[in-house]
């Protein structure tokens, strides 16, 4: 077999050619037709619809079809960029987003520490049932309760009535109240499901590890901050990319189902400003052009969160 030699270390590893991945193939052909389903899934969900993007270059209009409708270039990147609503969606995406990043990133983290350091595997395993739960409930009868809870007279409602000492109706009526809302909503619905992976990670821990640091007199805290932490963090990093990376794509979902014209200054997203855009107002090509733009915004953070990481932690996904 033929072979290249490695720069850094001096070792040698196998090329790729024709001849390789033939015998390769027939020997191990049973594991590629096991991966055959996933890459047609792919192909045909995933990157055959990738043509679609063309539609934000021209002035799509169903009855005259793809062919027929006008090529307009980057009319709608240009209608988008200069738009009234351009600084608003941009900017309530990001807030909720850092939001998200700040307090619902975290509060798994916190919660699978806190269950790590819990003795009694009996009382582990009711909470973690307790924080599970919330995850398999629909996300409309989540946005269902949460008007409910909401609502004038509602216990969220008399609850910050008492606190602040004012006197509210419905919470979701008030701009400055939906990114809280929306923010520890989520945490609430994902905190259990969102430790498990963390967990996991921590079950691979050496327990020698800990013995030695009791040896040496370190307490719960100190155990936690020098060992745990740091044994787990390629996970966090890993996890912390890939939720960089979807920084502008908001759970539209939920947003359209909890917001209204009053919350628009806090709550109207690029995600929702698409709906609208395209679904109510039928404006395909101004829809699809947004669309594209956030991706791209999308890969650009995935790529510099991804360097960064790779620089000063050697941990990366690609």
């Not at 793809?66 to 738009?83: D, M, N």
């Not at 995600?271 to 052009?289: D, V």
Request: charged share 15%; aromatic share 16%.
């Amino acid at each position: 077999m033929k072979t290249v030699k490695n720069n850094l270390s001096g070792s040698t590893r196998p090329r790729l050619t024709g001849a390789v991945w033939k015998r390769d193939f027939r020997k191990n052909y049973f594991a590629y037709l096991l991966i055959l389903p996933v890459l047609v899934w792919y192909l045909v969900f995933c990157y055959a619809p990738m043509w679609g993007i063309l539609i934000s270059f021209k002035d799509y209009k169903p009855l005259l079809g793809f062919a027929g409708s006008k090529w307009v270039g980057l009319k709608h990147f240009r209608e988008f960029l200069t738009g009234p609503y351009f600084f608003r969606t941009v900017k309530n995406t990001f807030m909720l987003n850092i939001w998200g990043l700040g307090f619902g990133f975290t509060a798994p983290i916190l919660l699978s520490l806190l269950l790590n350091e819990v003795k009694s595997m009996k009382f582990k395993k009711v909470v973690q049932t307790i924080t599970y739960m919330p995850h398999f409930i629909s996300l409309i009868v989540i946005c269902g309760l949460i008007h409910i809870f909401t609502q004038s007279g509602g216990i969220l409602t008399q609850l910050v009535n008492w606190i602040t000492g004012t006197e509210h109706s419905s919470l979701l009526g008030y701009a400055q109240m939906f990114r809280p809302i929306y923010t520890f909503s989520g945490i609430w619905q994902n905190i259990g499901w969102d430790s498990i992976i963390y967990l996991s990670a921590m079950s691979s821990i050496d327990p020698g590890l800990y013995e030695a640091a009791e040896i040496d007199g370190a307490g719960r805290f100190r155990k936690m901050w020098h060992i745990t932490l740091p044994q787990i963090s390629p996970t966090i990093i890993i996890l912390f990319i890939f939720a960089v990376g979807g920084l502008m794509a908001s759970g539209h979902e939920k947003i359209i189902l909890l917001y209204n014209s009053l919350t628009y200054e806090t709550s109207d997203v690029i995600a929702s400003y698409i709906y609208r855009r395209g679904l109510q107002e039928a404006s395909y090509s101004f829809a699809t052009a947004v669309g594209l733009i956030s991706s791209v915004v999308n890969f650009i953070l995935l790529w510099m969160t991804n360097k960064i990481a790779a620089k000063y932690s050697e941990i990366s996904i690609f």
